[in-house]
């Protein structure tokens, strides 16, 4: 008798209209936003071909434009740099009375316009604030000047850094500074060698894109809520 095989059916698989509806409408809105803006800025920038915008940047307001935006950036690098490091090292190494204003106080950029922090500069530094008297005393100007500049781009860019190397430090974990405690060394005999070589910002980058998904929880973690008990005595022993 023959044997009769049966074929199993197999669906074709539906289209989710639905999702590529939602990805059509997202890349839509982004190319509105983002790249008819820019295109249109080249259109216009080449419109009388690529002699004027040579000439333009030939031009002494066009390469002093240029020359403060690359002296504000090797200033505010560096900078952010070297506190954004200590910052990131001391909320996620210690305990202390205070910790949590400092960690709310990283987070008002991110929720503050830059148009809200150059009012308060201009309120603090300017002629009719605090520190205006004093500083047209001694001949000092802060802002409309590269100082103010530079003092918004550390307010703005800084806590970038900071949420930066957190999780990176969070997920490296506390043993070696508990080995370096046990060994008798002090607080700061612990961060340069180590920390500093570890938490460069390069591996910062490439491991924070890595955990970025992880950051609102492990920032929280930071803020006191899953912090590792053994870091009061770690911190207690390196003071």
């Known amino acids: 008798m023959a044997e009769v095989t049966q074929l199993k059916r197999y669906d074709a698989p539906r289209i989710n209209w639905g999702k590529w509806f939602l990805i059509g409408v997202g890349m ?21 071909g690529l002699m004027p915008v040579l000439e333009n940047l030939a031009n002494p307001d066009m390469l002093h434009a240029i020359w403060l935006t690359v002296m ?4 505010t690098v560096p900078v952010n740099l070297v506190f954004g490091t200590l910052l990131a090292w001391l909320v ?13 106080l990283l987070d008002i950029p991110f929720a503050v316009s830059p148009v809200v922090a150059g009012l308060v500069y201009l ?19 802060i802002m409309f000047a590269w100082p103010g500049m530079v003092l918004a781009t550390i307010f703005v860019t800084c806590p970038f850094v900071v949420r930066e190397l957190v999780p990176v430090m969070m997920s490296q974990g506390s043993h070696e500074d508990e080995a370096a405690v046990l060994l008798g060394a002090s607080g700061w005999q612990m961060f340069p060698p180590g920390d500093v070589a570890q938490y460069s910002l390069g591996a910062a980058v490439r491991r924070g894109a890595d955990q970025r998904p992880r950051h609102r929880r492990i920032w929280r973690g930071v803020g006191g809520f899953r ?13």
């Open 72 to 75: 504000i950036a090797l200033i």
């Open 123 to 141: 309120l603090f530094y300017g002629s009719n604030g605090p520190l205006g008297g004093w500083l047209d005393a001694h001949n000092l100007q």
């Open 227 to 239: 912090l590792d008990p053994r870091r009061n005595a770690v911190a207690a022993a390196a003071n």
């Open 92 to 104: 996620t190494r210690f305990t202390f009375p205070g910790r949590q204003l400092l960690l709310t």
């Open 28 to 48: 839509l809105v982004s190319a509105f936003i983002l790249v008819v803006p820019m295109l249109y800025i080249f259109i216009q920038a080449f419109s009388k």
